[in-house]
C-alpha cells in the first residue's frame, strides 16, 4: 500500500507539473499548451516508475530507462519546430516540452521537492526572459524571433472605373521591407464596385507598420471602403 501511494503521488506530481507548465504555453497561445506538457511529464515520470519499480536483479539498470527519455523527447519537440524561409520557429516550445519531460522524470523518480522547483524555474524563464529578449531584439536591430508572427489580410473598396488606379495604390502599399505578400485579388461587388483583397506576412506583428502602409490607400478618392485583419500565427516560440 506504501509502494502505490508512493506511485500514486509521483504521477499526480508529474500531471500537475506538466499542466502549470502548459498554462503559460497556452495562455500565449502557443502550440504545445496544458494537455501536451501534462502529458509529456507523465509519460517521462510512468517511464522513470516503470524502471524504478519493474526491473530487479543483479543486472537490471532502472536509470537507462530515463536515459531514453531524454532522447526520446527530440522526436516530438522536432513537431513543433517550423521553418519559413530564413526564420525558424518553434524552438523555445520545444524546449518547454523537454523541460517537462524533466520534471516529470524528476517527479517519478521522487525527487518531489527538485520536480516542484524546477516547474517554477520554467514558468519563470518563459514569462520573465521574455522582455529581455525583445529588449535585446531592439537594442540588435533583430526582427525579434519571440514576437508571434501574424497574416493580414487587406480589403478595399473601390468604384469599377478607378480599379487600376487602387489596385496600383494596393501594391504599392503591400511590397514593403518586412512584408511578404501572399495573393493580391479583385471581386466584382454589386453597384459597380471592386474589392480588391491582399495577403500578407508579416515576420513580426506590427499593427502601426500596417496602418501606415494603408495611409496612402485610405486617403484616394476613389476609394469607398478600407479593412485589415490580422491572425497571429501560433507556431512562432
Known amino acids: 500500500m506504501t509502494i502505490t501511494y508512493d506511485i500514486a503521488l509521483r504521477v499526480l506530481l508529474a500531471v500537475g507539473c506538466g499542466a502549470l507548465i502548459g498554462l503559460e504555453r497556452q495562455w500565449r497561445s502557443r502550440t504545445a499548451g496544458v494537455r501536451t ?4 511529464s507523465l ?3 510512468l517511464f522513470v516508475v516503470m524502471g524504478a519499480f519493474s ?4 543486472g537490471a539498470d532502472p ?13 516530438l519537440g522536432a513537431g513543433v519546430i517550423m521553418k519559413q524561409g530564413a526564420s525558424v520557429s518553434g524552438l523555445n516550445t520545444a524546449a518547454t516540452l523537454w523541460a517537462s519531460a ?3 522524470a524528476l517527479a517519478g ?7 516542484a522547483g524546477g516547474t517554477l524555474i520554467v514558468m519563470l524563464a518563459n514569462t520573465l526572459l521574455r522582455p529581455l529578449g525583445r529588449l535585446l531584439d531592439r537594442r540588435t536591430g533583430s526582427t525579434g524571433k519571440e514576437t508571434p508572427e501574424a497574416d493580414y489580410t487587406f480589403e478595399v473598396r473601390c468604384r469599377v472605373q478607378a480599379e487600376a488606379e487602387v489596385r496600383a495604390l494596393v501594391f504599392d502599399a503591400v511590397h514593403r521591407p518586412g512584408f511578404t505578400v501572399r495573393s493580391i485579388t479583385a471581386t ?3 453597384d459597380s464596385a471592386v474589392l480588391i483583397t491582399a495577403v500578407v506576412h508579416s515576420p513580426e506583428r506590427d499593427d502601426q507598420a500596417i496602418e501606415e502602409a494603408l495611409a496612402a490607400v485610405v486617403l484616394a478618392d476613389a476609394v469607398t471602403a478600407v479593412r485589415w485583419t490580422a491572425a497571429e500565427l501560433s507556431v512562432v516560440d
Open 55 to 58: 526491473f530487479h536483479g543483479p
Open 109 to 115: 523518480g521522487g525527487l518531489y521537492a527538485v520536480a
Open 43 to 45: 509519460g517521462a515520470a
Open 102 to 104: 524533466a520534471v516529470g
Open 63 to 75: 536509470t537507462r530507462v530515463a536515459a531514453q527519455i531524454v532522447s526520446g523527447i527530440g522526436f
Open 188 to 190: 466584382d461587388e454589386p
Open 37 to 40: 506538457n501534462a502529458l509529456v
